[in-house]
């Protein structure tokens, strides 16, 4: 034979049957999943209503309100955490020190290009310089420098 489904009421008496045997074994488990479940389809401010009617003492509604209590989340252990953030700060410092090192190289490169200049070079640079200074009067440009 198949089952037949119950009725919304049937299934809320059956489920407060289910509440109050578990309150009176004290059966923490099944507690919290009934009660999560009648939150879920009623909503907390009925469960909140429901623990006060059902429960019969102060120490039974306590005992009921803390099976509701979340869980303790287990604590991860520092010293992995510790370590991963170590490693990750020793690979952004060589990083950084990389980059350090090739800023330094490039400006290295620079001056000693800058340096390199044939006396030619230097001597036509001043040359332009000294021609443009009678268009240019008013530029402040690093051709003014190099005369």
Do not use: C
Not at 13 to 35: G, H, M, P, Q, V
Not at 80 to 100: D, G, K, P, Y
């Amino acid at each position: 034979m198949v089952a037949h489904p119950l009725s919304a009421s049937a299934r809320a008496r059956k489920e407060l049957e289910a509440l109050k045997l578990a309150l009176a074994e004290k059966n923490e488990a099944a507690l919290r999943l009934l009660s999560d479940r009648y939150a879920h389809r009623q909503g907390p401010k009925a469960l909140q209503l429901l623990i006060r009617k059902l429960a019969s003492t102060e120490e039974i509604a306590n005992f009921w309100q803390l099976q509701l209590l979340p869980k303790e989340i287990p604590k991860v252990e520092i010293s992995h955490t510790e370590l991963i953030q170590e490693e990750v700060a020793q690979e952004i410092n060589s990083e950084e020190e990389i980059i350090q090192e090739e800023i330094i190289i490039q400006e290295e490169i620079i001056e000693a290009e800058l340096t390199q200049q044939s006396p030619l070079e230097i001597k036509a640079r001043s040359e332009v310089a000294r021609r443009l200074r009678g268009w240019l009067p008013s530029w402040d440009g690093p051709l003014r420098q190099a005369s």
